[in-house]
Nanobody, 123 residues
Framework: VKLVESGGGLVQAGGSLRLSCAASERTFRSSTMGWFRQRPGKEREFVATINWSGGSTYYADSVKGRFTISRDNAKNTGYLQMNSLKPDDTAVYYC?????????????????WGQGTQVTVSS
């Protein structure tokens, strides 16, 4: 599945952004989706995941209560709503997909990745 992220940009601390992840194939509808981020000088880390139907979600502690993952399978698109952004959220954000029903939190479990979108939060 080819994935293309959009929606990144520069925002002040406390602001919001909504990232989108457009998938090229209908197999996306049978895939779990995840969002990851890579902060400068650090390894790629898990942010959130959602199962194929959108009925189950799971978040990293660092974003819980501030970020919301969702999907619209009719549009083959996933989303990450980010509120109350902090400078520490500055990173390149990636969406990922893996065929199957189970949510996944590890980078190695996702074979399909987007190119990433930069999110910069100023203080």
């Amino acid at each position: 599945v080819k994935l293309v992220e959009s929606g990144g940009g520069l925002v002040q601390a406390g602001g919001s952004l909504r990232l989108s992840c457009a998938a090229s194939e209908r197999t996306f509808r049978s895939s779990t989706m995840g969002w990851f981020r890579q902060r400068p000088g650090k390894e790629r880390e898990f942010v959130a995941t959602i199962n194929w139907s959108g009925g189950s979600t799971y978040y990293a502690d660092s974003v819980k209560g501030r970020f919301t993952i969702s999907r619209d399978n009719a549009k083959n698109t996933g989303y990450l709503q980010m509120n109350s952004l902090k400078p520490d959220d500055t990173a390149v954000y990636y969406c990922a997909a893996a065929f199957g029903l189970q949510m996944r939190v590890n980078v190695q479990e996702y074979p399909d990745w987007g190119q990433g979108t930069q999110v910069t939060v100023s203080s």
